[in-house]
């Protein structure tokens, strides 16, 4: 029967003393992964917190709860893996306050989605974000089209800032409404102004088949013009 307060068992957990040195390496190793692995994930993984300071959040939420609930695991190599930990992030604060690169790889960087009332489509392929999801996000902020929309960005922390036309300067614009945008079709029924339904450009087409001049795809949903409601 083990005795309670074993004093090499409860800090060390009768390992040697140079398993300090695996702790480190293992903590070192194991916090470059969290960081790749939520670098990975994209801005929409880890929602108003950085990637940054989701691995420290998650890091040390699993150092500080093991020594707690179990008993082989010591806490001098979980206080540690603390040591470690904080090292690390202060190497990492430095780093990107040194460099914009670095920073730009560990927080992300603000990228324009729409640019006045259009998709701007090479930045919206690089970020992990599905259309239905950024039409969610849209909806939210009461916008019915993007012609209501002068820009839109993705910040750092998977936010999405917004800026409007004023009402006098909304022009026509693909639906997001679902009812609407429902409706796209490579077929135009009647003569009138569409919107592409990849890249968003607007158009003045007869009835028949066209391609977007911008991207050169084929769908359209028939535009609209309304003002926001605020």
Same mark, same amino acid.
């Given at each position: 029967?083990?005795?309670?307060?074993?004093?090499?068992?409860?800090?060390?957990?009768?390992?040697?003393?140079?398993?300090?040195?695996?702790?480190?390496?293992?903590?070192?190793?194991?916090?470059?992964?969290?960081?790749?692995?939520?670098?990975?994930?994209?801005?929409?993984?880890?929602?108003?917190? $950085? &990637?940054?300071?989701?691995?420290?959040?998650?890091?040390?939420?699993?150092?500080?709860?093991?020594?707690?609930?179990?008993?082989?695991?010591?806490?001098?190599?979980?206080?540690?893996?603390? $040591?470690?930990?904080?090292?690390?992030?202060?190497?990492?604060?430095?780093?990107?306050?040194? $460099?914009?690169?670095?920073?730009?790889?560990?927080?992300?960087?603000?990228?324009?989605?729409?640019?006045?009332?259009?998709?701007?489509?090479?930045?919206?392929?690089?970020?992990?974000?599905?259309?239905?999801?950024?039409?969610?996000?849209?909806?939210?902020?009461? &916008?019915?089209?993007?012609?209501?929309?002068?820009?839109?960005? &993705?910040?750092?922390?998977?936010?999405?800032?917004?800026?409007?036309?004023?009402?006098?300067?909304?022009?026509?614009?693909?639906?997001?409404?679902?009812?609407?945008?429902?409706?796209?079709?490579?077929?135009?029924?009647?003569?009138?102004?569409?919107?592409?339904?990849?890249?968003?450009?607007?158009?003045?087409?007869?009835?028949?088949?066209?391609?977007?001049?911008?991207?050169?795809?084929?769908?359209?949903?028939?535009?609209?013009?309304?003002?926001?409601?605020?």
């Amino acid at each position: 029967m083990k005795e309670i307060f074993e004093w090499n068992r409860l800090f060390f957990n009768n390992l040697p003393e140079a398993f300090i040195l695996e702790v480190i390496f293992r903590s070192t190793v194991m916090f470059t992964i969290l960081l790749l692995t939520l670098k990975l994930a994209g801005k929409r993984g880890v929602k108003q917190l $950085s &990637i940054f300071e989701t691995v420290i959040i998650i890091a040390l939420g699993s150092a500080a709860g093991d020594p707690m609930f179990y008993e082989d695991v010591g806490i001098i190599p979980a206080a540690i893996v603390f $040591s470690t930990i904080i090292i690390l992030y202060r190497t990492v604060t430095w780093l990107t306050g040194k $460099s914009k690169k670095f920073e730009e790889f560990i927080e992300g960087k603000t990228e324009c989605l729409i640019n006045n009332g259009k998709f701007s489509v090479s930045s919206f392929k690089k970020e992990s974000l599905a259309q239905d999801e950024f039409f969610s996000e849209l909806r939210v902020k009461s &916008i019915e089209h993007l012609g209501q929309v002068k820009h839109a960005f &993705i910040e750092p922390s998977g936010e999405i800032s917004v800026y409007y036309y004023p009402d006098e300067e909304v022009k026509y614009g693909l639906p997001i409404l679902p009812s609407l945008f429902s409706e796209k079709s490579k077929i135009i029924q009647t003569d009138g102004i569409y919107a592409c339904s990849f890249c968003g450009h607007t158009q003045e087409l007869t009835k028949g088949t066209a391609n977007c001049e911008v991207c050169k795809k084929e769908e359209w949903v028939l535009a609209i013009k309304t003002l926001r409601i605020t």
